[in-house]
């Protein structure tokens, strides 16, 4: 087992208007000694911004905005932008994000070159309802058991005069081109996909989607293995790079008698085909114990959505029970290890 150091609860919710319900689910990377946080704000009526932060090395706080670093401007933000990602591409900072409007969650994108000033992208998942979604993975037989109960929103086809559409979410980008090409991980449950190998959004068609769909299996990075993750799983942290492949830390969701429960966990994927699993904890790396962990918004969660490496120690941030966000923290090279041991 891992020595996992619990280090606590690092942000809570203010008096602030942006962020009076809660804050949870950051965004994290390291500039030199510096971590900058971007974390998903929630205001009264369960309306979610960003918020930002700043700290001096993995855990000391050095500067917190005091209003949203970006918040809800379009229609399909309209209920809010929630649960960022970020990496850096080259000379881009990529921020990933969810936005919601009251009826549908779908991934969006926003880049920036200072982490100050973003440019928003739009929606980068396919915007489709769970029929067209059937149509097409069923073209090529797949069976769509596993996704049907949780995309097809009780057979719901609009709210509020919104058609709903499949929800895509916890989309976030490999921190460097691949074989020249960019590559992101999203979610549609149970399942964590990925799309591979593109040099523009102006490819992402209606085409490539049903492309995409009809050969969907080959897209499928990780699927639900294990007791802890029986439920769904969903992206976590960006991958890590390292020597024995992409560190994935994502999350896993088990039902109990207490509702749903979600864990931090870990597996390895092939540096230059990112869609082929090398490792995986057969345990979760660390779950809910503390009561701050299984008492809040949403109770028994750790959602791990940032991470980064300070002298060969992780540091992943994560939202705890949806109200406050943590920091747990372990030996890398202790964890490759212990993954390597756990090879598929």
Same mark, same amino acid.
């Given at each position: 087992m891992i020595n996992v150091i619990k280090e606590g609860i690092l942000l809570q919710k203010t008096t602030n208007n942006f962020e009076n319900e809660g804050v949870l689910n950051p965004a994290a990377i390291r500039d030199g000694e510096y971590v900058h946080l971007f974390y998903r704000a929630v205001s009264t009526g369960n309306h979610s911004s960003i918020g930002y932060c700043k700290l001096k090395g993995p855990l000391f706080i050095e500067e917190r905005n005091k209003t949203a670093l970006l918040s809800p401007e379009l229609d399909y933000e309209s209920h809010g932008i929630e649960d960022p990602r970020i990496v850096k591409i080259e000379d881009t900072y990529y921020l990933t994000f969810t936005a919601y409007d009251g009826v549908n969650a779908l991934g969006c994108l926003a880049t920036s070159k200072d982490l100050i000033h973003f440019e928003r992208k739009g929606i980068i998942v396919p915007q489709i309802t769970y029929e067209e979604f059937n $149509?097409?993975?069923g073209a090529k037989g797949i069976s769509n058991e596993k996704y049907y109960r949780y995309n097809q929103h009780d057979h719901i086809l609009e709210k509020d005069g919104t058609e709903m559409l499949i929800w895509d979410k916890n989309v976030m980008f490999f921190p460097r081109r691949i074989g020249g090409k960019l590559f992101f991980l999203h979610r549609i449950r149970p399942e964590i996909q990925i799309v591979t190998a593109f040099e523009s959004f102006e490819e992402m068609t209606p085409e490539f989607w049903q492309h995409y769909f009809e050969h969907f299996n080959d897209y499928v990075v990780l699927t639900p293995k294990y007791q802890h993750e029986v439920s769904y799983i969903g992206g976590g942290c960006p991958p890590i790079e390292t020597e024995h492949g992409w560190l994935m830390i994502y999350h896993g969701v088990h039902d109990s008698l207490q509702g749903y429960v979600y864990s931090a966990c870990a597996a390895l994927l092939n540096l230059e085909i990112p869609q082929k699993e090398i490792a995986r904890l057969p345990y979760p790396l660390f779950v809910p114990e503390f009561h701050? @962990?299984? $008492?809040g918004e949403v109770n028994n969660v750790c959602f791990p959505t940032g991470a980064v490496v300070f002298d060969d120690i992780l %540091?992943? %941030?994560?939202? !705890? !029970?949806? @109200?406050r966000v943590a920091c747990a923290s372990m030996n890398l090279n202790e964890l490759l290890n212990e993954l390597l041991a756990n090879k598929v």
């Open positions: $149509k097409f993975i701050w @962990e299984l $008492k %540091y992943i %941030y994560y939202g !705890a !029970a949806d @109200e």
